[in-house]
């Protein structure tokens, strides 16, 4: 079992910046692709981002690219969301993913993670 918490969610206003961490527990941390999913109220959970075993391959959704910057650091097991230029529509609850990938394929599905984290709540004021 992996187990992750997701910390750094806030109030911000347009514009302004957070850093989403994620910290895992549990071993071979470093053997999962890890994602960021988003999920806005009434809305289905969404692909924001993920990042390959090793951290060399980064995917993003269209909507966030040049604007979040995904990126990991496997001594510490941790996985991080930086988010510049927020916009309103960026306002979701933020989530953690984790995904054994044979071929370290980034998925986008949320079907393709195992593990998730509780979430924390971003939201971006007008």
Do not use: H
């Not at 895992?24 to 941390?29: I, L, Q, V």
Request: aromatic content about 12%; glycine content about 10%; charged content about 20%.
């Amino acid at each position: 079992q992996v187990q992750l918490v997701e910390s750094g969610g806030g109030l911000v206003q347009a514009g302004g910046s957070l850093r989403l961490s994620c910290a895992a527990s549990g071993r071979t941390f470093s053997s999962y692709v890890m994602g960021w999913f988003r999920q806005a109220p009434g809305k289905e959970r969404d692909f924001v981002a993920a990042i390959s075993r090793s951290g060399g391959r980064t995917r993003y959704v269209d909507s966030v690219k040049g604007r979040f910057t995904i990126s990991r650091d496997n001594a510490k097991s941790t996985v991080y969301l930086q988010m510049d230029s927020l916009k309103p529509e960026d306002t979701a609850v933020y989530y953690c993913a984790a995904q054994y990938s044979d071929y370290d394929t980034l998925a986008r599905a949320v079907a393709a993670y195992s593990y998730w984290g509780q979430g924390t709540q971003v939201t971006v004021s007008s």
